[in-house]
Every structure is written in C-alpha cells, then in structure tokens.
C-alpha cells in the first residue's frame, strides 16, 4: 500500500525506457551487444533470471510453452511511452481510455490523459483534487464516478470523502456532494437499477470504515445503515443475477449482501486469503466467479464458485503454471481469461513476466510469450475494442511510464467477421437485427462490459451471451440480456465470434436502464448522449 517515490522527472524515465529500446529488452543476445555494459548485464539479469524460472516448470508430460505462432500464442507489441502512470484506467465508451495516478508534475491533484488507441494520442485532462486511490465505476450513460481519493495529512493512508464525475465527452472532471466518511482503496459496485453501491476503504482517520454508502444518479449519496461491516481494502463484490451482491475476497469468508433487506448473508470459506489476487466472473456465466493467485507468499491456486448453485462452495480449479501476485484478470472475447502481470515477491520484487489463459470449458492455463517489463503494484489491463489488450504502468522503475500492447493469438487467425450494422440501444429481452457479411459463419454474439480497474480490481467486467438466429442473408437476429441484473445498464462492446474463435472489432451499444433519474435518463434516453462512435 506504501506510495512509492515518483522517479525524477517523466523525461528521465523515457530516457532510461529509450536506452533500454535501443538495446532490445529481452531480444536476442546479438542484438544487445552494442549495449552500455551496466544495461547488458541488466538485460542478461532479467533473462537468465526468467530462464530459471520457466526450466523450473519444465518438468517431464508438462510442455512449457512461451513461443510459438501468433496464431497460437499473441505477440507483444514494443514498450510505448506513456504521459501519466496508469494505476487507474478505464475504457470508456468514446473508445479512448482514461488513465490516472497520483500528483506527478499537476501540483493541485492527480495526473490524469485520454488515450486514443485508434491514433495513439493523450489528451490531458488532470484534475484539481488526488484520486489516487479512489473507487471507481461506470454509470448507464457512460459516464464514470469515482469515490474516495487520498490526503495524507495527519496519517499516511488518509482517504478522503470526495466524489467525482467525469464525463468523456466533454472530457470534464466535475466534482460532487462529499460522501459521509473519508474512504482510500474503496470498492464502487455498479447496479441493476443504475445506482453505485460504495464500500470499504481507509477513512479520514487512517482506519477502515465499516460505512457503506448508496450514489444515486442525479439525486445524491446516502449511507446504507444496514450495509455497515469492515471489509479488506479493494474488496472484491460482484454483482449477481438475483440482485445480491456478492464478496468473494481477498478475505477467505465469501459473503451475500442485499440491498433491499440490507442484510449480509455469509455463504462458504475459500481456501486462500487472496491478498493481491484477483476475481472475474467467469465469461457467459452472471453467477459464477474465478478467483486466481494472490497471498502472502503467492499462490498458484484458483478455484471457482457458483452462486447459482443451491448451496454455493468453491471448488478448486486448474492452478496457474506460475505463482503471482498483483495481476489482472482480463475476460476476451473469445471467453477466455489473460491473466498477466504480477510477481512473487512484494511490491515490485521478482516479477513475473509470463501471461498465461484460462480457458473456463476446458479448465486449463496455457502460458504465453512473455513481456518486457515488470508489471506488478499499480499496473493495469484492459481489454480494447479492437481485441487487443493494454498492460501498463507499475510505479517503479522502467515500467512507471510505460504501456505495451498484447495482440491475443485470434487476431492471426485469419479474417475477422465485420459487423456492418447494429443499433446504438437495446433494450433487455428484446430483439434486434445486425448484420454482417459473415453471418453465415458465426457462432456467438455477446457483450463485454469496459473495464474500469485499479490494484487487481476489475469487478465490472462481465461477457454476456447473446441468443440469435440466422435470419437470412446478412441479418442476424439477436436478442437483448433477460434483466439489468445480468448485465447493468450502461454501454457495452458487441462482438461477433466466428467458429474458429475469432472475433469482430467491436460495436459500441448502450442497455437501456430501468430506473429513471432526475439528470435526464428517461425510458433508457438520456438528452446529452448519443451513440458513442
């Protein structure tokens, strides 16, 4: 939890990334021959030291894979300079991601960019107050509303009440009515109805609060009497098909809350305390959760849990090929899980370097080509609308101000299907025409909630298949999530799965949300949005 010292200046951490460029970080030895000798013996440290590692796995009737194809295993893109350190980031619906940290060279609050993958620019967009921190969650109209920030004044964890919202298209950061109590390292769960359910977090006395507190859209934040129990910092809540929310970490106790009884319901115990792991719900699935590595020291164990089972237990699943803590969990749209970054030791300590994927079906973890940087504490994974994945950040060293790119091994599989037209809103259980000049080929239409993820923490993410039927030439018809609960209203990606796994770039379309609130959403309208490509 500790804040790390920023480095000197951005322009000296690129310079040091630039150096390292140049001598080809984890390229063949050959091509780091020119290299000042303290960054050949860097280099020559990171590789013999992931050698060791990966000849440790290599253990007889279990291949070690960590190259091959692209078609196979991805590639990497090179490492990429990035303005701001992105321990925040969130896809928003204009396709750009916004990505903030604490103050760096803004004096008055955090720093904070748009990045655009299409064009590859930032935008700044700092704002006036320190987020770092913070809790953080989209709302229906694609807005994002942050809780919580940091001001250690008095004590070193001190969080604060403030609550934020940004909007992307005016890309305007617009402050709101304070919260009851301070709160750092929060936990936002987005609702069926619209609402924002805020808990956990250091308060304004350095001390967890057990206060959870309800943001209603327009109207303001009220405490949650009944909601109040002390909770590990970034709990991992998941929104169910029922209503309930459910915690499934990193405390081994796994908890219910419902909102409308305000009443905690405890359900089972894990086998870890996954300190520094991370949770998804598993693609497809509203109900069932994976929860992957995490604790003191590491584990490599995952398990998985149904809350739509009559009496929900965890159940272990395929354990990673490498221990890690720190990581991020990121749901494709092929429905599996990349789990990639993290370390062994510590903040920043032995990181590693290998990815690997979770295929839910089958229950396997296949390992992947590694990254060039560490990317442990304070970084962050997002999946783009194009099926490549962002891996940034981690506030140490060469990685602070760095992003690299995963290009996942279905986006060289040949032809990707194309949507050609598709509606800019839908409602739930209703039906809609797409089409596409591969619709013969086609075999799944889903969603796949933007993610919004700090410290290991992404609990918005979510895949929901769509039900369709060809109907004939380039149509599909398709139809829309059975309840808010199942997928809560907001903007989503849609993406076409062809037979041999590869997807559509993604559409953007917004779920119509079934409460109306005072600041324009009405009957799933809201008078400032649009469709948001």
């Given at each position: 939890m500790r804040r790390q010292a920023p480095p000197p200046s951005p322009a000296g951490a690129r310079r040091r990334l630039l150096g390292l460029l140049i001598c080809a970080l984890l390229a063949a030895p050959p091509a780091a021959t020119a290299c000042p000798a303290h960054q050949r013996q860097l280099l020559a440290a990171d590789r013999a030291a992931l050698k060791a590692?990966?000849?440790?796995?290599?253990?007889?009737?279990?291949?070690?894979?960590?190259?091959?194809?692209?078609?196979?295993?991805?590639?990497?893109?090179?490492v990429e300079d990035w303005p701001v350190t992105p321990i925040h980031s969130v896809l928003l619906p204009t396709g750009e991601v916004l990505a903030y940290s604490y103050p760096y060279e803004n004096p008055r609050g955090s720093d904070a960019t748009l990045w655009d993958p299409r064009s590859g620019t930032f935008t700044p967009v700092d704002m006036e107050r320190d987020l770092f921190c913070s809790g953080h969650s989209l709302l229906p109209d694609g807005r994002l509303f942050a809780s919580g920030g940091n001001n250690p004044v008095g004590c070193e964890f001190?969080?604060?009440?403030?609550?934020?919202?940004?909007?992307?298209?005016?890309?305007?950061?617009?402050?709101?009515?304070?919260?009851?109590?301070g709160r750092w390292y929060p936990t936002n769960v987005a609702l069926g109805d619209g609402r924002v359910v805020i808990t956990a977090g250091l308060g304004d006395d350095c001390e967890p609060t057990p206060v959870m507190e309800l943001y209603t859209p327009g109207e303001g934040i009220e405490v949650v009497r009944g909601g109040r129990r002390e909770l590990a910092l970034y709990p991992r809540l998941f929104l169910l098909s029922s209503g309930l929310i459910a915690h499934v970490g990193p405390e081994a106790d796994t908890w219910t809350f419902d909102l409308e009884s305000e009443r905690w319901q405890h359900v089972t115990h894990s086998r870890f305390y996954r300190w520094d792991g991370s949770a998804v719900l598993v693609p497809g699935r509203t109900d069932e959760v994976l929860a992957v590595g995490g604790g003191d020291p590491p584990v490599a164990g995952a398990e998985r849990i149904d809350f739509g089972a009559a009496a929900p237990r965890w159940r272990p699943t395929a354990s990673l090929n490498l221990a890690r803590a720190h990581h991020d969990l990121v749901i494709l749209p092929d429905r599996t899980v990349l789990a990639v970054g993290g370390g062994l030791d510590g903040l920043y300590g032995d990181p590693v370097f290998v990815p690997e994927l979770y295929d839910p079906e089958a229950e396997t973890w296949t390992l992947l080509p590694p990254h060039a940087l560490g990317r442990m504490y304070h970084s962050t994974s997002v999946l783009l609308p194009d099926g490549r994945v962002l891996v940034a950040g981690q506030d140490d060293g060469l990685s602070t101000f760095t992003a690299e790119l995963y290009q996942p091994a279905y986006l060289f599989r040949g032809p990707r299907p194309q949507i050609a037209g598709a509606p800019g809103l839908i409602g739930y259980g209703s039906s809609f025409t797409l089409t596409s000049p591969q619709a013969a080929e086609i075999a799944a239409v889903s969603l796949v909630a933007p993610s919004s993820v700090t410290h290991s923490v992404n609990v918005g993410q979510r895949l929901v298949d769509l039900p369709f039927v060809r109907a004939g030439g380039e149509r599909l018809r398709v139809t829309g999530p059975v309840g808010p609960n199942h997928a809560p209203p907001g903007y989503y990606m849609l993406f076409?799965?062809?037979?041999?796994?590869?997807?559509s770039v993604a559409a953007w379309l917004r779920l119509a949300p079934g409460a109306v609130f005072g600041d324009g959403f009405e009957g799933g309208r809201l008078s400032a949005w649009s469709r948001a490509d």
């Amino acid at each position: 939890m500790r804040r790390q010292a920023p480095p000197p200046s951005p322009a000296g951490a690129r310079r040091r990334l630039l150096g390292l460029l140049i001598c080809a970080l984890l390229a063949a030895p050959p091509a780091a021959t020119a290299c000042p000798a303290h960054q050949r013996q860097l280099l020559a440290a990171d590789r013999a030291a992931l050698k060791a590692r990966l000849e440790g796995l290599a253990v007889p009737g279990k291949p070690l894979v960590v190259a091959g194809p692209a078609a196979e295993v991805g590639r990497w893109g090179p490492v990429e300079d990035w303005p701001v350190t992105p321990i925040h980031s969130v896809l928003l619906p204009t396709g750009e991601v916004l990505a903030y940290s604490y103050p760096y060279e803004n004096p008055r609050g955090s720093d904070a960019t748009l990045w655009d993958p299409r064009s590859g620019t930032f935008t700044p967009v700092d704002m006036e107050r320190d987020l770092f921190c913070s809790g953080h969650s989209l709302l229906p109209d694609g807005r994002l509303f942050a809780s919580g920030g940091n001001n250690p004044v008095g004590c070193e964890f001190r969080g604060t009440a403030d609550a934020h919202l940004f909007d992307p298209r005016r890309r305007r950061w617009t402050r709101l009515e304070d919260m009851a109590v301070g709160r750092w390292y929060p936990t936002n769960v987005a609702l069926g109805d619209g609402r924002v359910v805020i808990t956990a977090g250091l308060g304004d006395d350095c001390e967890p609060t057990p206060v959870m507190e309800l943001y209603t859209p327009g109207e303001g934040i009220e405490v949650v009497r009944g909601g109040r129990r002390e909770l590990a910092l970034y709990p991992r809540l998941f929104l169910l098909s029922s209503g309930l929310i459910a915690h499934v970490g990193p405390e081994a106790d796994t908890w219910t809350f419902d909102l409308e009884s305000e009443r905690w319901q405890h359900v089972t115990h894990s086998r870890f305390y996954r300190w520094d792991g991370s949770a998804v719900l598993v693609p497809g699935r509203t109900d069932e959760v994976l929860a992957v590595g995490g604790g003191d020291p590491p584990v490599a164990g995952a398990e998985r849990i149904d809350f739509g089972a009559a009496a929900p237990r965890w159940r272990p699943t395929a354990s990673l090929n490498l221990a890690r803590a720190h990581h991020d969990l990121v749901i494709l749209p092929d429905r599996t899980v990349l789990a990639v970054g993290g370390g062994l030791d510590g903040l920043y300590g032995d990181p590693v370097f290998v990815p690997e994927l979770y295929d839910p079906e089958a229950e396997t973890w296949t390992l992947l080509p590694p990254h060039a940087l560490g990317r442990m504490y304070h970084s962050t994974s997002v999946l783009l609308p194009d099926g490549r994945v962002l891996v940034a950040g981690q506030d140490d060293g060469l990685s602070t101000f760095t992003a690299e790119l995963y290009q996942p091994a279905y986006l060289f599989r040949g032809p990707r299907p194309q949507i050609a037209g598709a509606p800019g809103l839908i409602g739930y259980g209703s039906s809609f025409t797409l089409t596409s000049p591969q619709a013969a080929e086609i075999a799944a239409v889903s969603l796949v909630a933007p993610s919004s993820v700090t410290h290991s923490v992404n609990v918005g993410q979510r895949l929901v298949d769509l039900p369709f039927v060809r109907a004939g030439g380039e149509r599909l018809r398709v139809t829309g999530p059975v309840g808010p609960n199942h997928a809560p209203p907001g903007y989503y990606m849609l993406f076409l799965l062809d037979g041999d796994g590869v997807p559509s770039v993604a559409a953007w379309l917004r779920l119509a949300p079934g409460a109306v609130f005072g600041d324009g959403f009405e009957g799933g309208r809201l008078s400032a949005w649009s469709r948001a490509d």
